[in-house]
């Protein structure tokens, strides 16, 4: 079903009042259940995202890094096994993987008297068996698997999904036996930033005529689609103007309209 202007700005308002956690999306399910899950967990997540990008600064102060390292010692050693970054993250309104990421940080910092690498980092947040403390790797473990929008298993997820609208995509263009170009074919001739799919006879659809497609696996708000106007977007234009058109639900797609 469709989701207008005054639905999101009202599920968009419900959210502003509620901690990011999954109790709160339990609660979002349960005060607009006409809604589709798919839908709002993309909303869910674009507005926490947003939240977490107005606060982020302050929880990478120098005070603010040595404050959590500092309970997250304390923490452990008064009961390892607790959840002690997970319920520290959600006690300060911070994504549990970003404060896995600045505890484990800080302890790398500390163990080998260096600022360890971003790409080292990466990897043990993927794969906390790689880092030396055991405690710690629980810690992180049980933050990236209770994150809902942040970490490398969300990243997994949302990349899978991506994955999976575009085949979706290319098999609805199939069925309408339209002739396009791909993503990949596009890439493969030099091209460096693509649509995922050029309409080789261009298509009009609702008094528009359609002359790319792209897919987004995600919701598609206002301020995603001037993020994605000023790096992707604007790119595409090839002197002709163009609209911007979106379909409900958990993927948008945006058509080149001239």
């Known amino acids: 079903m469709k989701l207008t202007k005054a639905q999101y700005d009202e599920i968009a308002q419900f959210l502003g009042h509620v901690q990011p956690t999954r109790q709160s999306l339990r609660k979002l399910k349960e005060k ?25 600064t302050k929880h990478h102060t120098a ?15 008064k009961n390892a096994a607790a959840p002690v970054l997970l319920e520290l993250a959600n006690e300060v309104d ?18 080998e008297q260096a600022m360890p690498s971003k ?42 999904i991506g994955h999976e609208h575009e085949v979706l995509l290319r098999e609805m263009l199939l069925e309408k036996n339209l002739s396009f ?31 790319w497609i792209e897919s987004k696996a995600s919701f598609g708000d206002e301020s995603s689609h001037q993020a994605y106007l000023q790096d992707q977007f604007w790119s595409y234009w090839n002197s002709r103007p163009f609209i911007l058109c979106e379909s409900s639900g958990d993927t948008t797609f945006i058509f080149l309209c001239g």
């Open 32 to 56: 607009f259940p006409s809604q589709s899950q798919s839908t709002l967990l993309s909303i869910f997540s674009q507005e926490y995202q947003k939240q977490i990008k107005r606060t982020h």
């Open 94 to 111: 911070f994504a549990p993987s970003l404060m896995a990421r600045i505890v484990l940080e800080r302890y790398l910092q500390e163990k």
């Open 119 to 160: 790409a080292l980092i990466n990897s043990m947040l993927r794969d906390p068996s790689q880092i030396p403390d055991g405690v710690l790797a629980n810690q992180v473990y049980q933050c990236t698997v209770n994150d809902c929008c942040y970490g490398p298993l969300v990243d997994c997820i949302k990349h899978a």
């Open 63 to 77: 005070e603010a890094v040595e404050t959590y390292y500092q309970r997250y010692l304390n923490g452990v050693m």
């Open 181 to 211: 170009i791909a993503e990949d074919q596009l890439r493969a001739k030099g091209y460096d930033k693509t649509p995922d799919f050029i309409l080789e006879v261009p298509v009009a659809v609702e008094g528009h005529i359609i002359h």
